[in-house]
């Protein structure tokens, strides 16, 4: 079907970096932790037979393994995640859905979205949506549902509410992209609160401006918060409905200019998170309703200009293509380095540290041995036996871990550099 060829997986897509990423550290991890459950095993007979071990490194060992599977946990959950800023009605709802190529959010004229919704991709095919603070699964069949749900719950603006969409329906959800659609800027008193719940930990973010008026005070404001509580935040800026510009093409590129002119200011002298030429790559014109449109055209075997709605759609259609491919390729690396950097120097830590308490006990049993074997005393051959045993092992262990050191560190710094 049609549908099947959209989502067809893209080998190319910059997303691929960090998912590429994220398996390969997932498989470093799953090595790591074999060798610490091995090892834990082995200082616990060591402990257990000759008291080598005391029971404060017995337990200090054991710690590794807690921290190991806790950042495997964090590690499968770990995900690219965009929010979307702006004041009412600038169509940050409507870019969400023509990036993910249909209706999931609610939009519509006046204040729409009224708290923070996120979506997310389920690996089950069904949708449901869940609100802060319950457990509950509410099933979502249709927009309109979707909607309802949303107005009926007494959100508190700065409340989350979780989309679970069905990953195979958006390539974005299934390349582990997370997506964050916000209330007006206009509209709240919280945005304090709203940057320290929701934006922390964001890679990417998006302001979507009206290209019919001008940036305003509180969207400025906003990101000027942002940027002190995050160092250089990613920001995107779309100029949304480029689309009304059509019916006044003797001043359009004049408009186009000054708000050039004024995001690549506001990105590089005001907020100081981009260069002049990284910002120039930053901000697109773009008419989002329409590009939903015309994917949803598309997805009926349609040529997508049957989505336009007015002059010049192919331009604008090809700059909100240009605008998703330096998304994709800026979240996923911006991810990347954020999460798996420190991951990776975790796991280098973790691997450190064991080694060196190796190294210790190995120590340790060579004096012990040399020790009894100055004072001849009357050893059993059992125990001799067991010593010569445990050399051994502890020698295997030693190297083991080393290799392992060695490798898990090569492996991790090819994995970030690639
Ligand atoms: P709130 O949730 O209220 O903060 O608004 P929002 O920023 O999410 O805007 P939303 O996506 O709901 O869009 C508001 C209205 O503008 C809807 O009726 C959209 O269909 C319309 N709209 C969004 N983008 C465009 C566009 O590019 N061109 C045109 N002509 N209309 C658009
Ligand atoms: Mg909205």
Redesign the pocket.
């Known amino acids: 079907t049609s549908d099947t060829r959209l989502y067809q997986p893209n080998a190319k897509s910059p997303l691929q970096i960090f998912v590429r990423a994220k398996k390969k550290i997932n498989d470093i991890y799953g090595e790591i932790e074999e060798y610490v459950l091995e090892t834990t095993t082995f200082i616990n007979a060591l402990h257990a037979e000759a008291e080598i071990v005391d029971k404060a490194e017995r337990e200090l060992f054991e710690s590794y393994v807690y921290k190991v599977a806790a950042i495997r946990e964090v590690l499968q959950r770990d995900h690219m995640k965009v929010a979307f800023f702006?004041?009412?009605?600038?169509?940050?709802?409507?870019?969400i859905?023509a990036m993910l190529r249909e209706k999931i959010?609610?939009?519509?004229?006046?204040?729409?979205?009224n708290c923070f919704c996120q979506v997310e991709g389920n690996d089950g095919g069904e949708a449901y949506l869940m609100t802060e603070g319950s457990a509950e699964k509410l099933n979502v069949v249709n927009i309109k549902q979707l909607a309802n749900a949303l107005c009926q719950e007494k959100l508190c603006e700065s409340s989350l509410v979780r989309i679970f969409w069905p990953r195979e329906r958006c390539r974005l959800l299934r390349d582990d992209v997370v997506f964050v659609?916000s209330?007006?800027v206009d509209?709240s008193a919280n945005l304090d609160d709203w940057i320290d719940n929701h934006c922390l930990n964001a890679d990417v973010f998006v302001l979507?401006l009206n290209a019919e008026s001008t940036m305003t005070r509180a969207e400025k404001q906003f990101f000027h918060t942002v940027s002190q509580k995050l160092s250089k935040p990613n920001i995107f800026i779309l100029n949304?409905?480029?689309?009304?510009s059509a019916s006044e093409p003797e001043c359009q590129e004049s408009v186009k200019s000054q708000h050039t002119e004024r995001c690549i200011d506001f990105l590089t002298k005001e907020l100081k998170v981009s260069n002049e030429k990284e910002a120039g790559e930053r901000v697109f014109f773009?008419?989002?309703?329409?590009t939903l449109q015309a994917r949803i055209e598309e997805a009926k075997g349609n040529p997508p200009h049957m989505g336009a709605?007015a002059e010049g759609f192919q331009i604008r259609y090809f700059e909100f293509q240009d605008f998703e491919r330096k998304f994709e390729e800026c979240i996923s690396q911006s991810a990347v380095k954020t999460k798996f950097q420190q991951h990776s120097s975790r796991g280098k830590s973790v691997s450190g540290d064991m080694r060196s308490m190796l190294d210790n006990i190995y120590e340790r049993i060579t004096i012990f041995r040399n020790l009894k074997q100055d004072q001849k005393t009357l050893l059993t051959d059992r125990i001799q036996g067991t010593e010569t045993q445990m050399m051994q092992v502890t020698r295997d262990m030693k190297l083991k871990i080393h290799t392992m050191v060695e490798e898990v560190e090569e492996k991790v710094s090819k994995a970030l550099n690639e």
Do not use: Q, Y
């Open positions: 702006g004041r009412t009605s600038n169509g940050k709802s409507s870019v859905n959010l609610p939009s519509g004229i006046g204040h729409t979205t659609d209330p007006g509209v979507v949304n409905r480029w689309d009304a773009v008419s989002a309703r329409e709605l």
